[in-house]
Structures are given as C-alpha cells and as structure tokens.
C-alpha cells in the first residue's frame, strides 16, 4: 500500500507499508511461519533556484531475521539521507553533473526493487558516508 502527498513547494513525502508471510527452516522438518511488515517513509525535495536536492529514507522492519535468532528484537530501523547539488560549471552538453553526500545504513541500494526480505536479513548492516560526483547524460 503506498500513500503520497506533496508537502510544499518542492517536496513530496511518500508512505509505504509491505506485509508478507516467511517460513523459515531452521531444522530438517521444522518449519517457522512469520509475518514481516515495512513501513517505509520517503521525503524528496527540490531547491530550483540552487539546484539542489534532499532524499530521506526511514525504513521500520519487524522480521530482521526472524524472532528465533533475535527473541528480544521485534522492531528495527534503517534510515538514508542524500543531499545532492548540482555543479554548473562543470556541465558536460548535454550531460548533468552533481556533487553527492550521502549518510546511509540502509543494506541495499534501492530498496523499492528488492524483494521484503533483502533488507530484514541483514542484522547489522554498516552505517556508510559516501561522497562522489554523479554525471547523467
């Protein structure tokens, strides 16, 4: 289920809710069944005027890995921030050239293509900086 909604000039906040059912096998026979529920916060937004842009990325899991490894862990969190600024100056026609600073715990790259389990299976994933130069043609 997805809810959308601008929120302003420039920015638009996303909700999105997955809830699916796992069985794990954790012994020859023995069979585990689960629900996983995501809820995912998303906020987008724009500077025209600058050229820069803001993505915030919560994710909220209850599976991490079903309840059997980690009894007393029912909720977790994972979160994405990127600030992204255009650099004119260094426009390669007909490219576009930004500069970007991201601060990320979130396992996957893009979370909106990966199956629900992808990222609840992951227990202790790093929190990364990552910086560089995007160029888009």
Do not use: C, K
Not at 60 to 84: C, K, M, Q
Not at 105 to 117: C, G, I, K, M, P
């Amino acid at each position: 289920v997805r809810a959308s909604r601008p929120l302003g000039e420039g920015v638009l906040a996303t909700l999105d809710y997955v809830q699916s059912d796992a069985q794990w096998r954790r012994r020859a026979g023995h069979v585990t069944t689960e629900q996983v529920r995501d809820l995912t916060t998303t906020i987008r937004g724009a500077v025209p005027r600058w050229d820069t842009r803001v993505l915030v990325v919560y994710l909220v899991d209850s599976n991490r890995g079903s309840r059997e490894l980690v009894p007393d862990l029912h909720w977790a969190s994972r979160f994405d921030v990127e600030l992204s600024q255009a650099v004119p100056f260094l426009g390669v026609a007909p490219g576009h050239v930004d500069m970007v600073l991201a601060l990320r715990n979130l396992f996957h790259d893009d979370t909106f293509d990966a199956s629900v389990l992808d990222e609840s299976l992951v227990r202790h994933p790093p929190t990364r900086v990552v910086g560089g130069v995007s160029l888009r043609f």
